[in-house]
């Protein structure tokens, strides 16, 4: 018990033989067994299925911290509310609306005639990486299906085995004007080598913004 | 569907009374290993019950003192009745002394009459710190309430009290308020 706490009536009480004090080493224990005992009862309980085990631990694990529980229920009605008002004011307010990401650059998996289509689109995955590293994750994607509409670049490329290592060769193209922006070109004979020319070719990649 | 219901509720009526019947059972029992099988005795009748039981406090410790007497009859060779469990430990320190024993059955009076207390929360509080001891933050935790919530509350329940028994002429009353 805090030395600040001065409990009178409890003298008062104590005085008179109606107190029945719990040791602090008792109340830790109770605070402790609090849970497994719930825990036991719910198990022994004939007709108890022990419905709501995760709710229970959560509510038991709240209140062993000592969390008193409509605390936890105010910050999660506050947090609910703060995102469904957000919500509602972006929703109405024409001129605030989330910004539209930038399209990005969209990549046709490359084509080949010495390698199989596989290996290929996995070599086309790996210039997507090195994109979205450089430029933020999702930058970029593989085109799945005919097209490239919405995208702010579209990359066409082919993929060669050459000796024992492989030639990569992309074009990347303005989709609005048609305009070829640039050709890269890298080799490689490894993985790592690879990695590292993909890391090449996205650092010369253009920008949407400055095309 | 009603399972789940009942186990949610029976959920909140064990973290209410939970601390107020085990403090009870250790404080007749004196160990908290023997209090806490009697304790899930008393909740599993009490979860087996549950739906017909209005008075949940009172029923629990009707069933806190049944199971004491079987504990107690179990352990000695000698019986003693549910009657006698209230006053195994204290009312024979003031059988001698007459105006103590009156004060004290007043003060009982007051303290156990829930017209003293504005609702069944605010009588497990005053329980549990005056009675029982607790620390302000120690009731919270059960109570749902911060430390400085428990430590309000208590002080306005106090004055209440005092106030009553002041009333009911008990003369250190009035050094309390």
């Known amino acids: ?211 | 569907m009603l399972e789940a219901r009942k186990e949610r509720e029976f959920r909140k009526s064990y973290a209410l009374y939970y601390p107020v019947v085990l403090s009870f059972l250790v404080s007749k029992v004196g160990d908290m290993e023997d209090a806490e099988d009697i304790c899930q005795e008393v909740f599993i009748r009490f979860y087996n019950h549950y739906a017909d039981i209005r008075e949940k406090k009172n029923w629990l410790f009707t069933a806190a003192r049944f199971e004491i007497t079987n504990y107690f009859n179990k352990k000695a060779t000698a019986r003693i009745d549910t009657a006698d469990i209230d006053s195994l430990d204290n009312d024979q320190r003031f059988a001698s002394e007459d105006r103590y024993r009156e004060d004290r059955i007043i003060i009982r009076d007051i303290i156990d009459d829930p017209a003293s207390f504005r609702d069944e929360k605010e009588k497990l509080l005053f329980d549990l710190v005056a009675v029982y001891g607790f620390s302000y933050k120690e009731a919270g935790r059960y109570l749902d309430m911060t430390r400085w919530q428990v430590e309000y509350k208590y002080r306005s329940v106090e004055k209440r009290i005092a106030a009553l028994l002041k009333e009911k002429g008990i003369k250190e009353a009035s050094d309390l308020l």
């Open chain 1, 1 to 211: 018990m805090n030395k600040n706490e001065v409990r009178n009536i409890s003298q008062l009480l104590g005085r008179y033989g109606l107190t029945a004090p719990v040791s602090a080493e008792m109340q830790r224990r109770m605070a402790d067994d609090y849970a497994p005992l719930y825990r036991r009862i719910v198990k022994k309980a004939p007709g108890a299925a022990l419905f709501g085990s995760v709710i229970a631990a959560l509510f038991f694990l709240v209140k062993k911290m000592a969390v008193p529980v409509p605390l936890v229920k105010a910050a999660a009605a506050v947090v609910l509310s703060a995102s469904v008002g957000a919500g509602v004011y972006l929703a109405m307010s024409p001129g605030l609306h989330a910004p539209v990401p930038a399209p990005g650059a969209i990549i046709r998996p490359f084509a080949s005639s010495s390698l199989d289509e596989k290996t290929a689109v996995e070599l086309s995955r790996g210039l997507a990486r090195s994109l979205d590293r450089r430029f933020g994750p999702g930058y970029s994607s593989l085109a799945t299906g005919p097209g490239i509409a919405g995208a702010g670049l579209a990359v066409f490329g082919t993929a060669e085995a050459m000796g024992n290592g492989m030639i990569v060769i992309v074009k990347v193209i303005d989709p609005e004007t048609s305009r070829l922006l640039c050709i890269l070109e890298e080799r490689f004979t490894s993985a790592d080598e690879r990695d590292r020319a993909f890391e090449r070719m996205a650092a010369r990649f253009p920008s949407p913004a400055k095309k």
